[in-house]
């Protein structure tokens, strides 16, 4: 059999579905990214598209829609701190190496936030939605009908997600500390205000039940910034003595109410042992310097931007949600003797590139 076809017969649906001996609804499947199919069969459909040089007319119209935007859009629900700055950067860094621009959208700021994205949509080619913004049953309707990605958030049904290594590192770090010899800790962060969070939390309360306290303290459901300091430094002076280590869900907290300590003369760690989480450059420069997680916020923004790009070109199969690995970070506000330098201990969790 010839490997291309006669030159007077177009190249259509059929004429793959006759080359691979299947039905024209098998090839559907296998051009949708359906898993419906065995890989043999698969394999047969893909050989046969390969010698037709057969082009889907989904795709061929794509390359001539003339009604793209060229443009990625960006919803956050806010641009406060180094953590979107930086994801942001990532981002907008890779789309332009693809040649689109970036439209951002804060949702904290949109008085009808429904509105805003049916607005914006006439605007990009597809979508990525961070924690905060918009509720899931709104994501599901927008991934109907425009490529979208996810990023810090859980895995919903028609979408890309990429997400951090959180669970096994926040476990690692409360090891950490219960290797200190600290008995009473203490989660400041609401589990239930993003995916991050509550895996986060997660991995805080699995390792304390494997070193067998079951009775651990409530969290203290503080948000995200530096503000909701005041709010940790009240739960921990409630009862003197009654923590003796703070897992902070991320660095912004566990620096803002390491200050705060300290102007009440509790010291970091001889009184308290603090850890955080993100490794911000002022974690390092802190006294002490700040036991962390270092997590890959620009990769995060950048592989954002890879898999939307993926969507955007037709891509429905490999969906899987894609986690980056973090790193411990081991500095002296553990109760670890640091010099001011380097980190003491440094330990991955989670495998860069990881597809389900």
Not at 10 to 29: H, M, Q
Not at 129 to 141: E, I
Request: aromatic residues 4%; charged residues 20%.
């Amino acid at each position: 059999m010839s490997g291309s076809p006669p030159q007077d017969r177009p190249v259509t649906i059929y004429s793959v579905a006759e080359r691979a001996g299947v039905s024209i609804a098998t090839v559907s499947r296998v051009l949708q990214g359906s898993a419906r199919t065995s890989p043999v069969t698969r394999q047969k459909v893909l050989r046969a598209v390969e010698e037709l040089d057969y082009v889907p007319l989904r795709a061929a119209a794509r390359s001539l829609d003339v009604t793209r935007h060229e443009a990625h859009g960006l919803v956050l629900p806010g641009l406060t701190g180094p953590y979107f700055a930086e994801l942001l950067a990532g981002f907008e860094s890779t789309a332009a190496q693809y040649g689109q621009s970036v439209v951002v959208v804060l949702s904290g700021t949109a008085a009808d936030l429904d509105t805003t994205l049916r607005t914006l949509l006439a605007r990009v080619d597809g979508l990525v939605l961070t924690h905060g913004t918009a509720s899931d049953a709104m994501v599901r309707t927008l991934a109907r009908s425009t490529p979208t990605v996810l990023l810090g958030r859980a895995r919903l049904e028609g979408c890309d997600s990429v997400v951090i290594e959180n669970r096994e590192s926040a476990a690692e770090l409360t090891r950490h500390l219960l290797d200190h010899g600290r008995t009473r800790l203490v989660f400041a962060g609401d589990p239930d205000a993003s995916y991050d969070i509550h895996e986060r939390y997660a991995g805080f309360a699995t390792a304390l039940a494997k070193a067998g306290q079951r009775e651990a303290l409530p969290p203290v459901p503080a948000w995200f910034d530096e503000e909701s300091a005041p709010q940790i430094l009240g739960a921990l002076l409630a009862e003197p003595g009654r923590v003796d280590g703070l897992v902070c869900a991320n660095d912004e907290l566990a620096l803002a109410t390491m200050a705060l300590l300290g102007r009440r003369g509790v010291q970091v760690p001889e009184d308290i042992a603090v850890v955080g989480f993100d490794d911000l450059m002022a974690s390092r420069y802190v006294a002490p310097g700040l036991t962390t997680v270092r997590q890959p916020t620009a990769e995060l923004g950048r592989w954002g931007a890879i898999r939307l790009h993926e969507r955007i070109g037709g891509r429905t199969h490999d969906v899987h949600p894609q986690i980056l690995p973090t790193r411990v970070v081991v500095r002296g506000s553990c109760g670890c003797p640091w010099d001011g330098s380097t980190p003491t201990a440094q330990h991955s969790a989670g495998r860069s590139g990881q597809r389900g």
